[in-house]
């Protein structure tokens, strides 16, 4: 639906929101109207470069013509049946995704949050049936984000946030740990009630923090030493964002779970977990469900995301222009400096330079990004940028902090 269809105006539109919508977002202070490719366009036909891109949903760019295409199809022929018949999309989906990231199964969700409390019931039910009835103990990494369903939003290491402040008792059987140090794991673990190990192989709201190789690959080692799981949420680092079809790939190893999200529809809502043939008969009929989950016209589209992200080598795009981005963000002034994982970014700003008033800068000046904290502008564009595109977002962002100094 198009603003010039209604026959309101842009601030009708807000003042709708305004009256009937409960707001838990900053607003952007524009109407997006349509979007293409890696541009989004406001009411006026004004085009926005997007390197927040749906954060990090829409890998191909903006209404993907082949994702376009497989949702029109679909819709047109069966939307939803909930999981009791079999469905095609469903079916091939599930093949492709083992077949492509070495899992065995697969269990669809809507979003990241529901495939995180996915995996957390399947790491609490494995641990219990496997290890003993006390065995339902997670550690999760101080500073991680998973969600904010109460299960997620408990695993989430931020106690003192707005995510978790205000709700009452929280979930039992989480413990924090400090991310990137493998003692402070190995610390938290207790013997006979910690069945798992979980964390992000890059901390978004953290900061866009990579895990070291060391510390990831010795959570492998010690899960596999003391019989636990390792639990990875990909929920933004999967799908070819950081180089590689999964991020676990870029490290040589392999989760017990993996949770997925965001990229995984490009722009359709859904997620899921992928998991070995050792862990996945801890679910079985009644211990888990959705009604909308596996959704025909989602499996379709994110079928056709998998394929065009094999077929274009997206994600080795994403390793190359993320380096070269990389480098060009330390020239911009007031970048102090950069972290990153394929186009997963992060550039942290010069102490006295308000990252929040950076990002509304950047907006005004028709680039879109977000900010973590006060000093972090985070960006995680589609797949598809070339290195002239940096180039306009490392002049965009420098005019925004010029602005804000």
Sequence with gaps: MRLKDTGLTAADIKALAAKYMIETYERMDFLADSAEGIYMYDENGEAYLDFYAGIAVNCLGNCNPKVVAAVQEQSATIMQTFNYPYTVPQAILSKEICETIGMDKVLYQNSGAEANEAMIKLARKWGIENIGPDCWQIITAKKSFHGRTFGSM????????????????????????????LQSFK???????????????????????????????????????????????????????CGDFMCYMTYGIKPDIVSMAKAMGGGMPIGGIATTD??????????????YAGHP?????????????????????????????????????????????GLFVGAVLEDGIDA????????????????IGSSIIRMVPPLTIREVDCDVACERLAKSIAEAK
């Design 278 to 291: 050792r862990v996945a008969p801890a679910f079985g009929p009644g211990t888990h469900g959705s009604t």
């Design 297 to 341: 016209v989602t499996c379709a589209a994110s079928l056709a995301v998998l394929r065009e992200l094999k077929a274009g080598n997206w994600p080795a795009n994403a390793k190359k222009v993320g380096d070269y981005f990389a480098e060009q963000l330390l020239k911009v002034p007031g970048v102090v400096a950069v972290r990153h994982r």
């Design 154 to 181: 408990t695993a989430t290491g931020q106690p003192e946030s707005a995510i978790q402040k205000g709700f009452g008792d929280l979930t039992p059987g989480f413990v924090y740990a400090d991310f990137n140090d």
């Design 356 to 371: 929040v008033q950076v990002k509304r800068n950047c907006i005004k000046n028709h680039f879109l990004v977000t900010a």
């Design 187 to 241: 610390d938290a673990y207790v013997k006979g009630k910690t069945c798992a190990i979980m964390f992000e192989p890059v901390q978004g709201e953290g900061g866009v923090w990579p895990a070291t190789e060391e510390f990831i690959k010795g959570i492998r080692e010690f899960c596999d030493q003391e019989g636990i799981l390792m639990l990875l949420d990909e929920v933004q680092a999967g799908w070819g964002r």
